[in-house]
């Protein structure tokens, strides 16, 4: 019995690795399928990529950044194997930020924090209009070619979806994650 963990404890261990894995394969697979869903039906592309990077973040909320960033990378491989047109959006911005947001705010300081979410934001926003010019003017056609009122309303619109995600993430967490851990 020496240097043995007795069984009820490795039985333990090994059902709340098997919930981590398990929620990290659903919520992959919801991501995925949002995003297939943004290809099939164009005007929601944006909306359906970015509901899609919410399961990172539900991830982060419950078992931490690591499951969140593999549930990233997991669901970024396989949309742009999938739904290429749409994966893109994911890939670039919406995919890793919840991850990214959930470990700022860690710094519990919002005069640093939104510094930084604004200039994360706008490393994305700057990889789109200068490297992936398609991307954007398949999501926005009449603005792709105005910089200053996209880049404006770009980051209006980042605000607001910030703030909602964070709403979001603390119902999760104060309302649906007690549930969801008493079963």
Same mark, same amino acid.
């Given at each position: 019995?020496?240097?043995?963990?007795?069984?009820?404890?490795?039985?333990?261990?090994?059902?709340?690795?098997?919930?981590?894995?398990?929620?990290?394969?659903?919520?992959?697979? @919801?991501?995925?399928?949002?995003i297939?869903?943004?290809?099939?039906?164009?005007?929601?592309?944006?909306?359906?990529?970015?509901?899609?990077?919410i399961?990172?973040?539900?991830?982060?909320?419950?078992?931490?950044? @690591?499951?969140?960033?593999?549930?990233?990378?997991?669901?970024? @491989?396989?949309?742009?194997?999938?739904?290429?047109?749409?994966?893109?959006?994911?890939?670039?911005?919406?995919?890793?930020?919840?991850?990214v947001?959930?470990?700022?705010?860690?710094?519990?300081?919002?005069?640093?924090?939104?510094?930084?979410?604004?200039?994360?934001?706008?490393?994305?926003?700057?990889?789109?209009?200068?490297?992936?010019?398609?991307?954007?003017?398949?999501?926005?056609?009449?603005?792709?070619?105005?910089?200053?009122?996209?880049?404006?309303?770009?980051?209006?619109?980042?605000?607001?979806?910030?703030?909602?995600?964070?709403?979001?993430?603390?119902?999760?967490?104060?309302?649906?994650?007690p549930k969801?851990?008493?079963?």
């Open positions: 019995m020496y240097g043995r963990r007795p069984d009820s404890v490795l039985l333990t261990s090994m059902n709340k690795k098997t919930k981590q894995m398990t929620a990290a394969a659903l919520m992959t697979a @919801v991501a995925v399928a949002l297939c869903l943004a290809q099939v039906v164009p005007t929601m592309k944006l909306s359906l990529t970015a509901v899609a990077g399961a990172a973040a539900l991830l982060v909320a419950e078992y931490g950044p @690591v499951s969140g960033l593999l549930c990233y990378a997991a669901s970024a @491989v396989l949309s742009m194997l999938l739904a290429p047109a749409s994966g893109w959006i994911y890939v670039v911005f919406f995919g890793w930020y919840p991850v947001k959930c470990l700022i705010e860690r710094i519990n300081r919002q005069i640093i924090e939104w510094p930084l979410k604004l200039a994360t934001f706008n490393a994305a926003f700057f990889v789109l209009w200068f490297f992936l010019p398609a991307v954007l003017a398949d999501l926005i056609p009449k603005l792709a070619g105005v910089f200053w009122p996209l880049f404006l309303c770009a980051n209006a619109a980042f605000v607001l979806f910030d703030i909602g995600l964070s709403q979001l993430l603390n119902y999760y967490i104060r309302v649906i994650l969801i851990r008493k079963k």
